[in-house]
C-alpha cells in the first residue's frame, strides 16, 4: 500500500530535525570545547597579565657611549626587543604579504584562509599572524600527534583573539619580530639584523627583509650559512608575493631576485666581537651588582643579567675601542713575528725563555700545568686523579690554536706542547680614559679572548719600570719646589744600608755607564737616569713616594723602600692610567668609570654611578709634573713619536709599526721597561685622553735579548702612536690638541732656556737604547 502524503512528510521532517540537532549539537560541541580550552580544561592558558607581559628571556644589551651596542648576555636566548616604529617598511610588507595578506581584515582568525584549507588542503596554511605569535610565545614548536595538535591550534585560536583583543596591529607585528629564533643565535629580528647584516633592523634593505622574512617558514632548513641556495630561493618567493600584492615593483623585483644573499655575518657570543675583555670585566660588574640586596626588585628577586632584559650604559666608546684593537693586532702580529725568529730552535735552544736550565724549565711548566684551566676542570668537575689528569696532559688531542698567521688552526697536540706554544705569544694591553670625567673609552686586555683569557687591564699586575719615575719626581716638585730646570749630577749614588729599611745598601747604575756632569731633571726624566731618581728618592722618602701612588689609586702594595724608584712593584695597567690621570686633570684623582646607568626592559633606571674624585697633587704640581714628561717626548725614549721621516737604519722598518707618526701637538708620557726587558710600558697622555699600553709575555723568562726589541719604546709606545693617529684623524672624537691648562699662579720655571749640552746627543734616535731598566729589584 502506498505511503500517504503525510507520512512522506513526517519522514522528511525527522530527517530535518537530525540535521539541525547535529549541526546545533556540532555548534555547541564547537563553542563547548573552546569554552573549555579558555579556561585551561585541556591544559594552562595564560591568563590576562601574561598576554600584557609575555615570559620571554631578553638578553642583557651593552652601549657604548656614542650609542652602539657592543655586545649582548644571555644564556640561550640574544634578544634584544625593538619596536614597531624601528621597523622599516619593507620589512613589514613582506611579512603581510607572505604570511597573511589579510592581516589588516581580521582579528585574530581568518575564516577565508581557514574555509580554502579546510575544502581545499595543500592550498596553504590558514595560520594568521596573530596565531603564529601565540604559538611562539606559549608552547612553541607543534605537536606531530595529531590529537595534541588540534588542541594545540584551538588553543592558538583563542589566545589569538585575546592577543588581537589586547594589542594593536601594530604591537603584534613587532612581538612577533621580536619572539622570532633566527638560528645562529639571532634570536629576534635585532640579533638577526645584525648577525646576517651586520645592521639595526631599521637599515634592512628590500632584499634582505625578504631574505628574515622568508626563514619564517622554517629558520632550520632555512638557514643561510648551512643553505644558501634554499634561503635564496625562499627569499624570491617573498619577493614575488611583494610583487602580487602591489608592494613592490615588478622590476624591482626581478631585479633583486638575481642578486646573491649578500651575507656580512657577524657573531654575538661571548668569545667574538667588540671589547670582549671589558665585556667579561662588564660580567662580573653586574653579577656583583645583581648579588646587592639594595639592587633586588620589588619582590625580593634578583636581576637575572641574562634574561632581564637589562640595558647597561657604558663609558666605552665603540670607534676608539676599535681603534685601539686595530691598533694592537697590527703592531702584535709583527712584533710576534720578531720574537718568533729570535726563538727560532737553532737561535734559543730553550725558546721561548732565556736564562733558565732545563730543570728550572720544568719546574715553570710543571706549575703552568696546575694552575691550568684544564687541570682545575679535571681535578674538581670530573674528579680525575693526579695521577690521571698528568697522563692526559702527555697524550695527543685534537684541538685548535691560535696563530697570527693562518688564523685558528686544527691540530693535534699534547696539551703540555700547547701549553709551551702560548708560552711564546707576547701578550698586549690597553686602557684610555678621559682623565677629567673618568671615563673609560677603551679596553683592550688582550689580542684573542677564545685563546688568552687572562685580562691585561685589571687582572694582570706586573712590574711598571721606569713608568713609576714621574711619582718620584712628582713627590719632590710637591715637597721641595724643584723646577724641571732644576740640575742634579749624575755621578754614582748610594742609599746606605739600614736607611728607610734598606737591607743592604743601593746604588742603582746608568746604563750607559755615564756619570759626568749635571742634567736638568726634565732631561733626567726623559732619559731615565736612574741615579738621580735615586737622589730625589733620598731627598723626599720613599713612604711619601708610596702615599701619593696609594693616593692616585694604585691599590696593589707599594713597599716603602728606595727600590721602588725604578719602579719593581707590580701594577696593574688599570691603576697606572688612573693614576696619571690626576696629573692631567690638575691634580685631582677621578676614579676610573665604566658603568653611567642600568636600566630595565622598561626604562626604569636601577643604577647611576656617582663621580668618586680627590685631590691629590696641587694643581701646580701636577703642571709641572705634565710637562716634565712632555720632555720624555720632545728628547728621550718617546721622541720617535715626533719623527716625520723613517731614517735606513735598521731593524726597526719592519715592526715599529705606524712609523713615522709625526705628532706636533703637546704630548706627555713615559716609557718604561723592566729587568732583562720582561716589560714595556708606555703612557702617553694629551689635556683629554690618558692612554696606557704594557706588552709583555707570560712568563717573565720569555723577553726578548736586548733592548733593541725590548723596550718600552718598541714593545708598546707603537700601539699608542697607531690609536692616537686614528683617533685624531676621527675628527667626530674631538680629541685635544691643545696645550696642558696651566695654574694661573704658576710659581716654578718650567721652560728652561737651555739644556745641558751634551746630555745624551742622540736621545730619542730609533736605535738609543732605553735608560730606564731597574739593576736591583730587592726590596
Same mark, same amino acid.
Given at each position: ?58 638578553? +642583557? ?26 621597523? $622599516? ?39 594568521? %599572524? ?42 603584534? %607585528? ?177 725558546? $721561548? ?43 695527543? +688531542? ?133 741615579? %738621580? ?247
Amino acid at each position: 500500500m502506498a505511503k500517504t502524503k503525510k507520512q512522506e512528510t513526517t519522514g522528511f521532517e525527522k530527517y530535518i530535525r537530525w540535521f539541525w540537532m547535529l549541526f546545533l549539537g556540532g555548534i555547541l560541541l564547537i563553542v563547548l570545547i573552546f569554552f573549555l580550552a579558555s579556561v585551561g580544561a585541556f591544559g594552562e592558558m595564560p591568563d590576562h597579565t601574561q598576554l600584557e607581559n609575555p615570559e620571554t628571556n631578553l638578553a +642583557t644589551e651593552i652601549i657604548s657611549s656614542d650609542g652602539k651596542t657592543l655586545a649582548k648576555f644571555y644564556l640561550n636566548d640574544n634578544r634584544t626587543p625593538v619596536r614597531y616604529e624601528d621597523l $622599516p617598511q619593507n620589512l613589514i610588507d613582506a611579512l603581510v604579504a607572505t604570511e597573511d595578506a589579510r592581516y589588516y581584515d581580521h582579528s585574530g582568525i581568518d575564516a577565508r584562509g581557514l574555509l580554502r584549507a579546510v575544502l581545499k588542503p595543500g592550498s596553504g596554511g590558514a595560520s594568521t %599572524i596573530s596565531q603564529q605569535l601565540a604559538k611562539q610565545l606559549f608552547h612553541g614548536e607543534g605537536s606531530k600527534n595529531i590529537a595534541e595538535r588540534l588542541i594545540q591550534k584551538i588553543k592558538e585560536w583563542i589566545i589569538a583573539v585575546r592577543l588581537e583583543r589586547q594589542y594593536t596591529k601594530e604591537e603584534i %607585528i613587532a612581538q612577533y619580530f621580536n619572539i622570532y629564533d633566527f638560528g645562529n643565535n639571532a634570536d629576534g629580528i635585532r640579533s638577526a639584523a645584525r648577525i646576517y647584516f651586520g645592521k639595526e633592523p631599521k637599515e634592512l634593505t628590500v632584499k634582505e627583509s625578504a631574505m628574515l622574512v622568508g626563514m619564517f617558514k622554517n629558520s632550520s632548513l632555512y638557514n643561510p650559512r648551512r643553505n644558501p641556495v634554499g634561503v635564496k630561493n625562499r627569499r624570491n618567493v617573498v619577493l614575488a608575493q611583494m610583487t602580487k600584492y602591489g608592494v613592490l615593483d615588478q622590476k624591482i623585483k626581478d631585479s633583486l631576485q638575481k642578486t646573491e644573499l649578500d651575507l656580512n655575518f657577524n657573531p654575538e657570543s661571548h668569545n667574538d666581537g667588540t671589547a670582549t675583555y671589558f665585556r667579561e670585566y662588564l660580567r662580573a660588574f653586574l653579577k656583583d651588582w645583581a648579588n646587592d640586596k639594595k639592587n633586588y626588585k620589588a619582590d625580593g628577586s634578583k636581576y637575572n643579567i641574562y634574561q632581564d632584559g637589562l640595558k647597561v650604559y657604558t663609558t666605552i666608546d665603540s670607534r676608539m675601542q676599535k681603534y685601539a684593537e686595530d691598533a694592537v693586532v697590527k703592531h702584535m702580529k709583527k712584533l710576534q713575528a720578531e720574537f718568533f725568529h729570535q726563538n727560532t730552535p737553532d737561535r734559543n735552544p730553550t725558546a $721561548p725563555f732565556l736564562d733558565l736550565d732545563k730543570d728550572e724549565i720544568e719546574s715553570l711548566m710543571q706549575r703552568s700545568m696546575r694552575q691550568s684551566e684544564r687541570w682545575r676542570h679535571m681535578k674538581y668537575d670530573l674528579k680525575k686523579s693526579e695521577k690521571e689528569i698528568i697522563a692526559s696532559f702527555n697524550k695527543p +688531542t685534537e684541538m685548535t690554536i691560535f696563530s697570527w698567521e693562518r688564523g685558528e688552526i686544527d691540530t693535534i697536540m699534547k696539551p703540555m706542547d700547547s701549553m709551551r706554544y702560548y708560552k711564546h705569544f707576547l701578550q698586549p694591553g690597553l686602557m684610555s680614559m678621559d682623565p677629567q670625567t673618568g671615563h673609560v673609552k677603551a679596553w683592550v686586555g688582550g689580542m684573542n679572548y677564545k685563546h688568552f683569557k687572562y685580562d691585561h687591564v685589571k687582572q694582570g699586575k706586573r712590574q711598571v719600570g721606569s713608568t713609576f719615575k714621574p711619582f718620584v719626581y712628582a713627590t719632590a716638585i710637591n715637597q721641595l719646589h724643584m723646577s724641571p730646570c732644576d740640575k742634579l749630577p749624575k755621578a754614582p749614588y748610594t742609599i746606605e744600608a739600614g736607611k728607610f729599611g734598606n737591607q743592604k745598601a743601593w746604588a742603582p747604575k746608568n746604563s750607559n755607564g755615564d756619570y759626568s756632569g749635571e742634567m736638568t731633571l726634565k732631561a733626567a726624566l726623559a732619559n731615565s737616569v736612574n741615579t %738621580i731618581t735615586a737622589r730625589l728618592m733620598d731627598k723626599v722618602g720613599p713612604e711619601p713616594v708610596s702615599k701619593l701612588a696609594r693616593d692616585l689609586g694604585v691599590e696593589s702594595e707599594i713597599p716603602a723602600v728606595p727600590s721602588i724608584a725604578l719602579g719593581t712593584p707590580d701594577i696593574s695597567l688599570y691603576e697606572m692610567v688612573g693614576a696619571y690621570s690626576a696629573f692631567a686633570n690638575q691634580g685631582v684623582y677621578t676614579k676610573p668609570v665604566m658603568v653611567t646607568t642600568i636600566v630595565d626592559k622598561n626604562d626604569t633606571v636601577l643604577y647611576q654611578f656617582v663621580p668618586e674624585t680627590r685631590d691629590v697633587l696641587s694643581e701646580e704640581a701636577a703642571y709641572v709634573t705634565v710637562k716634565l714628561m712632555e720632555g720624555v717626548t720632545t728628547e728621550g725614549s718617546g721622541a720617535r713619536l715626533r719623527r716625520t721621516w723613517m731614517p735606513n737604519s735598521g731593524v726597526y722598518k719592519e715592526i715599529i709599526t705606524g712609523y713615522p707618526y709625526g705628532f706636533t701637538n703637546p704630548i706627555a708620557g713615559k716609557t718604561g721597561t723592566t729587568q732583562n726587558q720582561s716589560d714595556g710600558w708606555f703612557m702617553g697622555m694629551v689635556p683629554n685622553l690618558v692612554t696606557g699600553v704594557w706588552v709583555g709575555a707570560e712568563d717573565r723568562a720569555a723577553h726578548f735579548k736586548s733592548i733593541t726589541y725590548g723596550q718600552g719604546a718598541s714593545m708598546a709606545l707603537p700601539i699608542w702612536g697607531m690609536y692616537m693617529k686614528s683617533c685624531y684623524e676621527d675628527k667626530e672624537l674631538e680629541v685635544s690638541k691643545d696645550e696642558f691648562e696651566k695654574p694661573k699662579d704658576l710659581s716654578i720655571v718650567v721652560n728652561c732656556d737651555k739644556y745641558e749640552e751634551g746630555n745624551n746627543s742622540n736621545s730619542g734616535d730609533l736605535v738609543t737604547p732605553e735608560e730606564d731598566v731597574p739593576d736591583e729589584l730587592e726590596f
